[in-house]
């Protein structure tokens, strides 16, 4: 597992008046005018007037505005130990690879986690035992074993792909959680594409897409990386 080849994601959807929608909530909260009217105001056009109001709402937590907008990724060459972590936020949507409706054929795909990438020996263990997976797995569904129940012998290794879709909230709290060091290398790289992507075009972003530490100003883990300070 080499970060290049790891995790394609693509961002596929996003709402094109993002700002404006969440500025139309904040003012919406605050105004005695009209949501629609708010959003064909003036100031919906003014980017920075917008963002400083949005931003204010952020700090004061009042997340529900932010829970307005949806995005999706799509995303492959993540290893189903992977998904199995990013599945447990339960505030996101998935439409996953079915292990049960595609059948492998030959070798299946299947990530090597860093750690044994860099062990020529036991890499080249480990290449050998998927061989071993893949040529049993080929031997039950051969023998008329579905591919729902051969995929039994399958490992977290293998490969899985998914669209996945999250409001903004969870995003950031997905990225609180899982661009810390505390959380694995491959989620975290896969979360970090998921966030670069978004700030790619939404830039104002970049300082709620980052570890929980950033936010809090302080490491609340037990075991810290030491990028902040452990809370006293
Ligand atoms: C470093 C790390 C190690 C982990 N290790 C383990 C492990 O060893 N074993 C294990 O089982 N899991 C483990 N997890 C998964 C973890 O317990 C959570 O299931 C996962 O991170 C999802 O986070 P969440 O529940 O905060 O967020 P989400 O499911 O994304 O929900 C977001 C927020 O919504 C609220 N919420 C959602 N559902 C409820 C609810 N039912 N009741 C009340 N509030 C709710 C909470 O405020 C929650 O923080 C680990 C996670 C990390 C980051």
Not at 67 to 91: D, G, K, M, T
Not at 118 to 133: D, P, T
């Amino acid at each position: 597992m080499t970060e290049n080849k790891y995790a394609r994601v693509r961002l596929i959807s996003k709402p094109g008046n993002m700002l404006k929608t969440i500025y139309t909530a904040c003012r919406t909260c605050y105004s005695s005018d009209s949501p629609l009217n708010i959003y064909d105001c003036e100031n919906a056009q003014d980017k920075e007037k917008m963002l400083k109001l949005i931003k204010r709402v952020i700090s004061s937590g009042h997340y529900s505005t932010i829970e307005h907008i949806q995005v999706s990724f799509a995303i492959s060459n993540i290893s189903r130990a992977c998904s199995h972590q990013l599945v447990r936020h339960r505030h996101m949507s998935f439409s996953q690879k079915s292990q049960r409706y595609v059948k492998e054929k030959g070798q299946f795909e299947y990530l090597i986690p860093e750690t044994i990438e860099q062990n020529k020996e036991l890499k080249e263990k480990f290449e050998r035992f998927m061989g071993e997976i893949s040529d049993f797995y080929g031997e039950l569904t051969a023998n008329g074993i579905p591919a729902e129940d051969a995929r039994a012998v399958l490992p977290n290794a293998a490969s899985t792909s998914m669209v996945a879709s999250l409001n903004l909230r969870e995003l950031i709290h997905l990225a609180n959680l899982r661009l810390c060091t505390r959380a694995q290398k491959e989620i975290r790289i896969l979360v970090k594409r998921m966030c670069d992507a978004l700030i790619e075009e939404e830039e104002w972003l970049k300082e709620y897409l980052v570890p929980k530490c950033e936010r809090l100003g302080y490491c609340d883990e037990d075991k810290s990386c030491g990028r902040k300070a452990v809370r006293g």
